[in-house]
Nanobody, 125 residues
């Protein structure tokens, strides 16, 4: 079993930065592709970014590409989402999810097997 736990959410002004962390125990997490998704009130859960188990391959949604960076440190069993130049429309609950066994980098929430509880990110105008 893999249980991701997100942290690092909070309140930030537009144009500011936050870094989210997703930690999980066990070697399985280090062998999993990991994705970040977000869900704003009244909206569907949307893909944000994903990273391969090695960290070599990454994939971003159009809305965050160039502003957000996903990375991982397998020695710490942690995946990060660095969010820069943030906008009010980035406000949402952010979820970390692990895909194991890995089917490939995916933007489909249904392809991910293990989910965290989420962390709230609020960007004020």
């Amino acid at each position: 079993q893999v249980q991701p736990v997100e942290s690092g959410g909070g309140l930030v002004q537009a144009g500011g930065s936050l870094r989210l962390s997703c930690a999980a125990s066990g070697h399985t997490f280090n062998s999993a592709a990991v994705g970040w998704f977000r869900q704003a009130p009244g909206k569907e859960r949307d893909f944000v970014a994903a990273i391969s188990w090695s960290g070599i391959s990454t994939y971003y949604s159009h809305s965050v590409k160039g502003r957000f960076t996903i990375s991982r440190d397998n020695a710490k069993n942690t995946v990060y989402l660095q969010m820069n130049t943030m906008k009010p429309e980035d406000t949402a609950i952010y979820y970390c999810a692990a895909d194991f066994p890995v089917a490939g980098l995916s933007d489909n929430a249904g392809d991910y097997d293990y989910w965290g509880q989420g962390t709230q990110v609020t960007v004020s105008a």
